[in-house]
C-alpha cells in the first residue's frame, strides 16, 4: 500500500500520463524531485517508484497497448532518475571517504551496499507492483522486467562504472571496504549527502535533455 507521504508522486504521475507529451522525462523529474531533499533511503526510493508505477495506471485507459507503451515510458524515466540517484551516491561516497570526523567506514560499507542494491531495488518495486495488480498490470510489467534483466539498465551500468571507480578511490585513501550485510547507521547518513548532489545534477541538465 502507498504511504501517504508519496501520493505526491502518485498525483504527478498520473496527471503527466495524461497529458501524455513527454511522460519520460517527466517521470525522470518527478522521482528526482521526491529523492532530493534528504530522502535517499532504500525503503523511500522503493516507495516513491512504487507510487510512480501506480500513478501511471491510474492514469492510463485501459488496454494493453495502451498501457505497455505508457509503461515504458515510465519505467525509462525511472531507470534514468536511478542512474542519477547512483551518480549522486558516488560522489556522496568520495565526499564521506574525505570527512573522516564525519562519516566511518560502516557509513561507507552501508552506503556502498545500498549503491549496488539500486537495480534490485528497481526490479523489486516493478515486480511488487505487478504482483498486486491486475492481469493487465502483471502482464505488461513482468515483460518489462523479463526484458531489462537480459538486456541491460542505465542504472546498472552506472552502478557498474561507478562501482569501479570507488574501489580504486577508496584504496587511494587507505579503505579496503568489501560489501556485506550491515546493520543501519545511528550517525551521519551518506545518503543525506547523497540528497544534495542528487540536486546538483539535476540542475545541471541541459535545457534540451530537461524538455
Known sequence: ???KSSQQEQTAARDSVIRGNDIHNEVRQIVV?????????PGH????????????????????PEVKKVLQQT????????????QASSLAIEEAADNVEKFTDHDLKRALNDLNDLEKLFF????EVAKGGQEITFSTLSDIVQHLQQSSTSVGRTVTDTSSHLTDF???????????DV??????SVASVASGMLAG???????EEKK
Open 170 to 180: 577508496l584504496s587511494s585513501k587507505g579503505k579496503n571496504i568489501h560489501l556485506a
Open 75 to 86: 519505467v525509462k524515466g525511472m531507470d534514468d532518475a536511478l542512474s542519477q540517484v547512483a
Open 45 to 64: 526510493i522503493k516507495e516513491v517508484l512504487q507510487a510512480v508505477v501506480n500513478g501511471s495506471f491510474a492514469g492510463v485507459a485501459n488496454s494493453e
Open 183 to 188: 546493520a543501519k547507521s545511528t550517525g551521519a
Open 33 to 41: 524531485d521526491a529523492l532530493k531533499n534528504g530522502q535517499m533511503e
Open 1 to 3: 500500500m502507498i504511504e
Open 124 to 127: 523489486e518495486a516493478l515486480s
Open 201 to 207: 545534477i539535476a540542475e545541471s541538465l541541459s535545457p
